[in-house]
């Protein structure tokens, strides 16, 4: 079965601050991994995703994250963080079969200070 | 920008009684999603469809839940008795291919959050 598990619930930083939110995954194939963003009473935005090609992947508004197999993670991390950037960060993994079925993880909620 | 739509945005209920959301994905999308958000927890996956057919009920609580895309295009998600325990966020997400699951790329609704008294 495929897991994913979110270190914190709740991550808070300084604007101008790196941000790093942790992930690592369970699954006994080779996943697929993403990162999701849920802004107040929105749905879920793709921010990234890990297709097996480059283990550092880039996405939307800066982010960036690290497929660390050795590790099972796949941290999502910002350099520098910006007031928009505030919300609900969900990491999902998704393998094989019938139907590529997304499991999300439990959130993380990014509160950014000024 | 194409969105998928929602509606109700916000439905208050008594217990044991029935309530329908309903989705319309993005045009064209064949696969549609029914997932469910708990307060503090991630969307589950309640059930998808391609075209008007279920690929994945598995953690529809089929006693008291039901969905349905009869034409493949919109869809309704009913539940009838309603429980306390149900209150929750109901996402419709879709995806122009089965394998949206692979690529990540689901375009998610606003979401009809559900609150049972």
């Known amino acids: 079965a495929q897991s994913v598990t979110q270190l914190g619930s709740h991550v808070s930083v300084s604007e101008g601050a790196l941000v790093l939110l942790r992930c690592n995954y369970s699954?006994?194939?080779?996943?697929?991994l993403f990162w999701y963003v849920q802004y107040p009473n929105q749905g879920l935005q793709l921010l990234l995703k890990?297709?097996?090609?480059?283990?550092l992947v880039k996405g939307i508004n800066g982010f960036e994250a690290e497929f660390k197999k050795s590790e099972t993670s796949f941290h999502l991390t910002k350099p520098s963080a910006h007031m928009s950037d505030a919300a609900e960060y969900f990491c999902?993994?998704?393998?094989?079969?019938?139907?590529?079925?997304?499991?999300f993880g439990k959130g993380t909620l990014l509160t950014v200070n000024p | 920008e194409a969105e998928v739509a929602q509606s109700p945005r916000y439905k208050i209920t008594e217990k044991s009684q029935a309530v329908a959301f309903w989705c319309d994905p993005i045009?064209?999308?064949?696969?549609l999603y029914w997932y469910r958000q708990i307060l503090g927890q991630g969307p589950e996956l309640l059930v998808q469809?391609?075209?008007?057919?279920?690929?994945?009920d598995s953690q529809l609580p089929k006693d008291r839940f039901s969905a349905e895309r009869l034409k493949g295009v919109d869809s309704t998600l009913k539940i009838q008795p309603a429980e306390l325990g149900d209150s929750a966020m109901y996402l419709c997400?879709?995806?122009?291919?089965?394998?949206?699951?692979?690529?990540?790329?689901?375009?998610f609704g606003e979401g009809s959050r559900l609150t049972v008294l």
């Open positions: 999902a993994v998704s393998i094989g079969g019938s139907n590529y079925k997304l499991t």
């Open positions: 045009s064209g999308h064949a696969t």
């Open positions: 469809f391609q075209d008007e057919s279920v690929v994945d």
């Open positions: 699954s006994s194939v080779p996943p697929y």
């Open positions: 890990y297709t097996s090609a480059a283990t």
């Open positions: 997400a879709s995806s122009s291919r089965l394998a949206g699951g692979r690529t990540g790329e689901l375009f």
